[in-house]
T-cell receptor
Framework: AQSVTQPDIHITVSEGASLELRCNYS??????LFWYVQSPGQGLQLLLK??????LVQGIKGFEAEFKRSQSSFNLRKPSVHWSDAAEYFC??????????FGAGTRLFVKA | GAVVSQHPSWVICKSGTSVKIECRSL??????MFWYRQFPKQSLMLMAT?????????EQGVEKDKFLINHASLTLSTLTVTSAHPEDSSFYIC???????????????FGSGTRLTVV
């Protein structure tokens, strides 16, 4: 079954530092992959998505992600983190039935 | 862009009562909507898939008689938590699949969620 794994429960970075959030997927074919951000008590906002084509995907808010088939990864990156980026980040995929399967999430803390 | 409106944002109800949560697609038609549940500090778990004009499909372990889903129009799906109990307290989020023409060029849009507290 398709799934995604986020190995880091939480990450702390300093404001202005670079960020990389890890996501590994499990699927034989090319998966559909997404990154969402959730602020406390809020819904989800789509940051970016990958379906096919260019493996480096640009998203909103300065985020990007790179699909690496050889590593079964779809890591999210940002060159310089802002305090407002502190939130929960979910990697997700979906099944042929278009059900979204979420990873466990990674909580990002940003220190001044 | 596509917008999904979810109401109410939060609700407190007494144990044994029922609560209805609405999920509306404001600027697109959504033939399929999804309902998720999220416990504190946990990920989202899919509860059911709501299809316009037909019965919802529930995930394993989700009580369909407790979580009633109605998708009567292309812009509205409702989740009713019947005879709510404190263990039903959770964050419920809906999402809608934007039915754009041309195949696989769509996105999922999520509502802002509903915090349900049963006392």
């Amino acid at each position: 079954a398709q799934s995604v794994t986020q190995p880091d429960i939480h990450i702390t970075v300093s404001e202005g530092a670079s960020l990389e959030l890890r996501c590994n997927y499990s699927y034989g074919a090319t998966p559909y992959l997404f990154w969402y951000v959730q602020s406390p008590g809020q819904g989800l906002q789509l940051l970016l998505k990958y379906f096919s084509g260019d493996t480096l995907v640009q998203g909103i808010k300065g985020f990007e992600a790179e699909f690496k088939r050889s590593q079964s990864s779809f890591n999210l990156r940002k060159p310089s983190v802002h305090w407002s980026d502190a939130a929960e980040y979910f990697c997700a995929t979906h099944t042929g039935g278009f059900k979204t399967i979420f990873g466990a999430g990674t909580r990002l803390f940003v220190k001044a | 862009g596509a917008v999904v409106s979810q109401h109410p944002s939060w609700v407190i109800c007494k144990s044994g009562t029922s609560v209805k949560i609405e999920c509306r697609s404001l600027d697109f038609q959504a033939t399929t909507m999804f309902w998720y549940r999220q416990f504190p500090k946990q990920s989202l778990m899919l509860m059911a898939t709501s299809n316009e004009g037909s019965k919802a499909t529930y995930e394993q372990g989700v009580e369909k008689d407790k979580f009633l889903i109605n998708h009567a129009s292309l812009t509205l799906s409702t989740l009713t938590v019947t005879s709510a109990h404190p263990e039903d307290s959770s964050f419920y989020i809906c999402s809608a699949r934007d039915t754009l023409p041309g195949g696989f060029n769509y996105g999922y849009t999520f509502g802002s969620g509903t915090r349900l507290t049963v006392v």
